[in-house]
């Protein structure tokens, strides 16, 4: 059995396992369940049918209707995907809003960073964004067949799908440290990427103030992680209280979670 946590695929960005991570009661998250990643649409044959190896029963998209259009997910024929965007509209479509914001990013080195706090405050608080991680857990609770695998995505696999690993992995009681590690793993995973678009806007001479916002865009930070904590606290106290009050866990939720996906 494969067990490497960054799962390596020909087009496959961000490609991550969850097995094999502690909770603090001293199990261990089942490897083969649960995998996170950035879009699908660019996989090769090659990919899909490593997916199918895998087991892969579940696809869950995080993305806008915007971006699913732009590149439909390509999957194993036996795999049931599902549509549940976290924002219902893609915000980087609206041409005013997205000429206002790269005028502001031209000469504003922190625009980057105050627009992902913006988004981590809206992950939280958003109904829309409540809904789409509720529905996800009741995937989650249907996954529950031994060898098959669920995975859940959004386009660079960092922020919608890094809060879904968090609420995720909370809730079968991983202790925070190593959710933070593997929230905080993009920025190994995707360092190629990254470094490829930083070298692409030096060569277009591109204001300094733009090619770090577009470092804070493409990573993760743990000012990010520590907003939406933040939120959490606000508005219910602390995690386990926001996804019994806010995603509708229930104590049954929690245990048949945790007998699916921990041995």
């Known amino acids: ?33 649960a995998i996170r990643s950035g879009k699908l649409g660019s996989l090769t044959d090659q990919d899909v ?19 699913k259009a732009q590149a439909p997910d390509r999957i194993p024929a036996q795999t049931k995907y599902l549509f549940m965007p976290v924002f219902s509209t893609d915000e980087t479509q609206n041409s005013k809003q997205t000429d206002r914001l ?5 000469t504003d080195p922190t625009t980057g960073r105050q627009q992902m706090h913006h988004v981590y405050q809206d992950i939280i608080t958003n109904p829309h964004s409540q809904t789409a991680y509720r529905r996800f857990f009741d995937v989650l609770l249907e996954n529950d067949g031994q060898q098959d695998t669920l995975l859940f995505h959004c ?51 591109s204001p300094s103030a733009f090619i770090q916002s577009m470092r804070d865009l493409q990573s993760v930070q743990i000012s990010f992680y ?12 602390d995690m386990p209280t926001y996804l019994h009050d806010y995603l509708n866990l229930s104590t049954n939720d929690i245990h048949d979670l945790r007998h699916i996906y921990l041995e």
């Open 1 to 33: 059995m494969v067990r490497s946590r960054v799962l390596q695929l020909q087009k496959g960005g961000n490609f991550r396992e969850l097995g094999g991570y502690q909770t603090m009661d001293g199990r261990t998250v089942k490897w083969h369940k």
């Open 49 to 67: 049918s490593f997916l199918d190896t895998y087991g892969l029963k579940y696809d869950v998209d995080f993305r806008s209707p915007e971006e």
């Open 102 to 106: 790269q005028r502001k990013m031209d």
């Open 155 to 205: 386009t660079a696999g960092k922020d919608r799908t890094g809060m879904g690993a968090v609420f995720f992995l909370s809730a079968l009681g991983v202790n925070e440290d190593t959710i933070k590690a593997d929230y905080l793993l993009t920025n190994k995973t995707t360092k190629p990427m990254l470094d490829n678009l930083v070298k692409t806007l030096k060569l277009k001479n």
């Open 226 to 237: 520590n907003t939406a904590m933040d939120q959490i606290q606000k508005v219910s106290g």
